[in-house]
Each structure stands twice: as C-alpha cells, then as structure tokens.
C-alpha cells in the first residue's frame, strides 16, 4: 500500500529488533514452541490451583504435553475466570514477586486484574521493542505516545518499549489536542502513538487550526485499541501524510505488542516464540482451518505472574503462518473483524452494556428501559437513551436536565469514557418479547 501515499521516509528498511527470534525458520519456532508449553504446564500445573484443578478435570497431567499440537488437550481460559478470582486468584507467585499491576474494565464493574513480575515487564519490553521496531523505528525517532498513561496498558507499555529501542519518548498521554499538536510542532515528533480515532481527530483539529501537516516531522503513527478500517488508514495517512500501523494486544496477555504490522501493512506478526495463538470456531471452540476465520485464543508462553492457558479473547480474526514479505517467520493475524461476546470498544475504552445496565438500575426514576447508541464521526460517540416512568417525565425541565447530568456523571465515574444521556418519554424505545436489543452500533458500517 505504501506507494499509494506520500511518505516522508526516504528509505525503505527493515529494522528486525531481534533477528535470531524474528526470522527463526518455523520447524524450529514450533519446537521451542513445544518445549515452553511443556515446562508452562507444569509450571501452572503446580503454581497455579485454578489450573490444577482444570488438569485433574480433565484428567490430563502436565508430562501429556509434548509438543506444540497437545496444546488441545490443555483447558481453555475465560474472562470469567479472571472475574471469578479477582484480584489474584490466578497468580503464580506471591505479591512480593509481583512489581506492577494493570487493570482494564469488566463485566461487573470489577476491572479486570493483572500482574505482572519483574521478568515480565522484561519480556514485554523485549516485545514492545520488537513491536515498534517492525514499522520502521529506530532510535533516530521522537515518540509522542498519546496513548492514556496509567491503569491502561497502553502508555507504559509503548512507553519502556520505545526507550528500549533508544527512541525519544515523550511521555504526552491522551487528550489536549491544541497540546499535542503544540508539542509535535516544537519537539519534531516523528512518531505518534494513539487510538486511530485519535489520530484522526488531531488531524481533524490540525486543519481547523490552518496547520501546515507538511512541515511536521511526523512520518508513523502506530494505532490501536480498537477495531479500525482500512479506509480510516487511508484517510488518518493522508490527512496527516504519514504511514499509519496497527497494533493488536489485551492487558490479560501483556497489553500493546502481542502483533504488530510491518512495512508491508499485510497482517500483524505474532510474536510466536512468546504465545501460541490458537484460531477458534466461534460457538464449539474446535480448532478452525489455517486461514479461516474465528475466536483468537493466546497461551502465555514466558509469563511468570498470571500465566494463561488458551485465553479466549473474543476477538474475531484469521491467521496465517505464510512468510511475509519482511522475511519475518512468525505469522499473521488480520484486523479484528468483530467481537465474539458483547463488550463494546469506545474510544479504546472496554465498556459492557452490563455496566451501563447497572448505573441505570441504580438510578429512581428510570423505567428500565435504555438503548445504547455508538456512532463514530470524527471520534465514537456513545449515547445512552434512557426512558422515564411517567412520574419523572411529568418534572420541569429544570428538574430534568439535572436528572440527565447526574446519570452522565454516573455513567462517566463507571465507565471512564463520557457518555451522552438522551432523556425519551415513556413507551418510546422499543419494547420485545425475546431478547431485548440493547446495543446499536452504527461503526459497524465504517469498520
Ligand atoms: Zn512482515
């Protein structure tokens, strides 16, 4: 795709971060592939109780496992386990060996838990490493990484990759857009770390600004966090005259750098020495044929602190082992198409109609009935209609339009991601006897 748009990178390169792991011919990649799933069923067989239990279950002991394709025999792991042992049910090791923890939403208002050792901040700073490396950054580049900084993957984990590689981080955060283009402007950025929504908005907010994107030194932006289309690309690539990536991860395995896209914009390497990626059917999670589509599920290779077995991400796309272009060995999973469960991703943010369901039910007034609205125009919106009983209706305007902020606030304090309340008269939103569509996500269009 890259002669399709101008580009301000006088070469093409192809910088491997870690050559040796990056081009290792596949033979030899699934068998050390099968080595570490041998030593990490045994490691979780005897660290881990959840796991234990799952391999007396299933009657299987961690010596069945001796090579890559046992991994079928091993249990399947679900976010509801995760939530089933919140905080730290599913650790490894003890608090004292366990040096940072990430957390992203989940269903119950409980976030997602994980824990990471110092080993595995290492490794994934190995990953990120390799992962900012594959679109071509070296340690010549200046990062403005405006992904969020905190609870969030995203911002430490580009953040202690592109320091790795030797790269200029400035460390900006989401938000602020006059900031960030006043920074990119007077710092030289050349690299932009962000949502696509994002950087689709700074570009937005560039031109009403009358900014010349001509003279910014900006050439990359690598995007995640949420599903994008080529056709937002195409748009964030011209509009900002830059080549744009995608990135793939989840805070469960990591966070950021689980794949990456390289120079040939052809799929997301898979850093297969670090994970097996399995490709799922969607209702009896047998494996599917090489190419075809289904449920992404990892198992965690080298993590120490909160090991998974066959992860299931609900996240649908295919996966291909075919060599790339770049010379690289490890295999590529496309975009994400779709979602196998009913988490929502606004503006990076995971949001579950569960959780918007419960603020509303705390709420007197409020008939029981909502409806999520998500839209995207230059960044998602997410609209939250809800019906009132009659006796709230019948209030003054006045009364109303405080009712309406106090349910925002209580949305926004759950969800972190601001939510528009939309207060309808009673018996206006649709009524069903089967099961009640809740979610009308109109981005499905754009994606
Ligand atoms: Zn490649």
Not at 1 to 20: A, G, S, V
Not at 134 to 157: C, E, H, M, S, V
């Amino acid at each position: 795709m890259r002669e399709f748009f101008p580009t301000k990178r006088d070469e093409i390169i192809l910088p491997y971060w870690n050559e040796k792991a990056e081009t290792m011919p596949r033979a030899e990649l699934e068998a050390l592939q099968g080595s570490k799933l041998r030593k990490l069923a045994d490691y979780v067989y005897n660290n881990v109780p959840f796991y234990k239990k799952k391999f007396d279950e299933l009657r299987i002991k961690p010596s069945d496992i001796k090579s890559v394709n046992d991994i079928t025999k091993l249990p399947l792991t679900y976010k509801t386990d995760l939530r089933d042992h919140y905080p730290f049910g599913l650790n490894a090791v003890p608090m004292e060996e366990i040096i940072r923890i990430h957390a992203s939403s989940g269903t119950t208002g409980k976030p997602t838990v994980v824990c990471y050792t110092r080993k595995d901040i290492e490794d994934w700073t190995e990953l990120m490493a390799r992962t900012v490396s594959a679109p071509g950054i070296t340690r010549k580049d200046i990062i403005q990484n405006a992904y969020g900084y905190g609870l969030f993957t995203g911002g430490l984990g580009f953040h202690y990759g592109a320091e790795k590689v030797g790269a200029t981080v400035i460390p900006i955060s989401g938000g602020n857009t006059e900031r960030q283009l006043m920074i990119m402007q007077d710092f030289g950025s050349t690299v932009l770390t962000c949502t696509p929504s994002y950087a689709l908005y700074i570009a937005e907010y560039a031109k009403q600004q009358d900014i010349d994107v001509s003279k910014l030194s900006l050439k990359i932006a690598i995007c995640g966090a949420e599903p994008w289309s080529d056709n937002l690309r195409k748009t964030i690539e011209e509009e900002l005259e830059i080549d744009a990536y995608d990135i793939y991860g989840l805070s469960e395995i990591y966070g950021p750098g689980v794949s990456v896209e390289c120079e040939q914009k052809n799929g997301m390497h898979i850093w297969e020495d670090f994970f097996i990626v399995e490709v799922l059917d969607k209702r009896t999670y047998e494996p599917v044929e090489e190419g075809e589509e289904g449920v992404l599920a990892f198992t965690t290779l080298e993590k120490t602190g909160m090991p998974l077995l066959r992860y299931i991400t609900y996240d649908i796309a295919t996966f291909t082992k075919e060599k790339c272009g770049c010379g690289r060995t490890c295999g590529r999973m496309s975009k994400v198409t779709g979602r196998a469960d009913d988490m929502l991703i606004v503006r990076g943010i995971n949001v579950f109609p569960s959780q918007i369901e419960h603020v509303l039910s705390s709420v007197p007034g409020v008939a029981g009935y909502y409806q999520i609205i998500i839209d995207r125009d230059i960044i998602d919106s997410l609209l939250v209609q809800v019906e009132l009983t009659p006796d709230t209706f019948s209030d003054q305007m006045k009364v109303l339009e405080k009712f309406k902020k106090d349910i925002e606030l209580r949305l926004y304090n759950t969800l972190q991601v601001k939510a528009d309340v939309d207060l309808v008269s009673p018996g206006t939103l649709p009524r069903t006897e089967g099961k009640a569509k809740h979610v009308v996500d109109k981005r499905i269009k754009n994606i």
